[in-house]
């Protein structure tokens, strides 16, 4: 009988790579993969808890679902990711057909729990968070056809920032083995992928020791960096105040590695830097993009940032605006704080008003627009390496993106035979999120 799977994935790339993981694990069960729910057998919905925003997209999907399987008695319905982790028991009470709710430290037992669901009619809650990080459940020629991919090489996160319900969620850091890694970066060059982004919560304490070796992250990047068909390598996250001069060093040194990192700063203000307990000042911040720029002058800096932590003044927010008029960021995630349940920050008082969050984060983004626009401009009769990664949602051209992550836009007639390859274009133009270019031969 063909059964067919349907996964909904919400949140960062680690659900991504995760909800992956499962399709996998899924596939290797002789199940089928299906992009509508509608078909679906089995249901899963890997969701994301880090804002209320995206809490709320998971609890609406999963009434939806909820109404389907009503029509689809036989459908199996899962939560899992972060929103299960956190609220698995009272998901399971509100939606009474959920078959199981399963935290992201558990997503290995993924086939005992569907089989215990289906043959025993089960409901499942599995939110140990102890549990070592999977290893993936190999699918041959799953990657078949994707040009980027991610490899988590470490689970969970020790640093308890004050408004993060992440170490809640998916646990105490865990890096895995390098020699998993390493097979599993072979695996997916061997599929055809050209890059792989390392992913971890905090990538720059990626640590794995035995009697006779001792790995950090730079060593790490660099034995993954050298391997062969690999054309570009990236990672994400790390934070700042563990941002190690070798690592900083890498980019001066590892080929593959892109001109590109993303480094969240979340606030401006030495006073709401230290309420978050983020460990490090903006003047620390602003030394280590310059420490960067000095080894890699072309380098794209993105970050994350929010607007309207407890307490947060006129003055505070000015400081962040400071940072990123001196920083001029390629680009920036911007957020506006929510409390999440648990936290310490979810405790401090006194609360910014929503309007007042709504307007800080306007003017963020305005000046951001700007400055985003401004760079993308600045590429305008420039010639860059683009590394095609499949048709582009405009009709008739391709998409691709420059070693710094910046969209490329273009028109060929064979663009596929370019998918997977790295070709030279000249910008033409520039959009606010995308370039578009031409090809030189
Ligand atoms: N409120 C608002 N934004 C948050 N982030 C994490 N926790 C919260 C919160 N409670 C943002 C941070 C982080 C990104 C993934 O989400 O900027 O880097
Ligand atoms: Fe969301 Fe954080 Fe979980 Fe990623 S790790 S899905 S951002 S809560």
């Given at each position: ?152 090489i470490m689970?969970g996160c020790n640093n308890f920032c004050?408004?993060c319900?992440v170490p809640?969620?998916?646990?105490r850091e865990?890096s ?22 390392l992913?971890g919560q905090n990538v720059n304490s990626y640590l794995w ?6 790995w950090d992250f730079p060593r790490l990047l ?13 990672f994400t996250t790390s934070h700042p105040k563990d941002l190690s001069e070798g690592l900083i060093a890498s980019f ?9 990192i993303h480094l969240p700063f979340q ?6 830097l230290?309420?978050m307990k983020r460990g490090y000042t903006?003047?620390d911040y602003?030394e280590l993009i310059?420490n960067l ?10 970050a ?138």
């Amino acid at each position: 009988m063909d059964r067919k799977f349907f996964i909904k994935t919400f949140g960062c790339q680690m659900n991504v790579y995760d909800s992956d993981y499962m399709a996998q694990c899924l596939i290797n069960m002789g199940w089928s993969s299906t992009n509508n729910p509608e078909e679906a057998d089995l249901v899963l919905v890997n969701t994301c808890t880090v804002r209320a925003k995206p809490e709320q997209k998971a609890s609406t999907t999963l009434g939806r679902l909820s109404r389907l399987k009503k029509k689809r008695p036989h459908m199996i319905l899962g939560v899992v990711g972060c929103l299960a982790q956190e609220k698995g028991e009272e998901l399971m009470e509100r939606f009474p057909l959920l078959d199981f709710a399963v935290g992201p430290r558990e997503i290995a037992q993924i086939k005992e729990t569907i089989t215990k669901a289906m043959e025993k009619k089960e409901r499942v809650v599995a939110l140990d968070l102890d549990e070592p990080p999977p290893e993936p459940d190999n699918c041959p020629g799953y990657f078949q056809g994707r040009v980027t991919a991610f490899i988590s090489i470490m689970q969970g996160c020790n640093n308890f920032c004050s408004y993060c319900i992440v170490p809640y969620v998916r646990g105490r850091e865990a890096s895995r083995a390098p020699q998993q890694i390493l097979q599993e970066a072979r695996s997916l060059l061997r599929q055809g992928v050209r890059e792989i982004t390392l992913l971890g919560q905090n990538v720059n304490s990626y640590l794995w020791e035995s009697d006779k070796e001792r790995w950090d992250f730079p060593r790490l990047l660099r034995e993954v960096g050298g391997l062969p068909g690999l054309l570009r390598l990236r990672f994400t996250t790390s934070h700042p105040k563990d941002l190690s001069e070798g690592l900083i060093a890498s980019f001066g040194q590892i080929e593959t590695l892109c001109p590109h990192i993303h480094l969240p700063f979340q606030a401006g203000s030495n006073r709401v830097l230290e309420l978050m307990k983020r460990g490090y000042t903006k003047e620390d911040y602003i030394e280590l993009i310059e420490n960067l720029r000095s080894v890699r002058p072309e380098i794209a800096i993105t970050a994350d940032v929010m607007v309207g932590f407890p307490g947060e003044t006129d003055e505070d927010f000015h400081h962040t605006m400071d940072l990123i008029q001196q920083v001029e960021f390629d680009g920036l995630f911007s957020f506006k704080y929510s409390d999440r349940a648990g936290t310490l920050a979810a405790t401090m008082e006194p609360k910014v008003p929503e309007e007042e969050k709504a307007e800080r984060l306007k003017i963020l983004q305005e000046f951001q627009k700007q400055v985003t626009f401004e760079k993308n401009k600045r590429l305008i009769g420039k010639t860059v390496k683009v590394l095609v990664e499949g048709p582009s949602r405009r009709k008739g051209q391709y998409m691709g993106r420059t070693p710094t992550n910046k969209i490329v836009n273009f028109p060929a007639t064979e663009g596929n035979s370019l998918v997977g390859k790295e070709v030279t274009l000249k910008i033409k133009r520039a959009n606010l999120n995308s370039l578009i270019g031409s090809l030189l031969n």
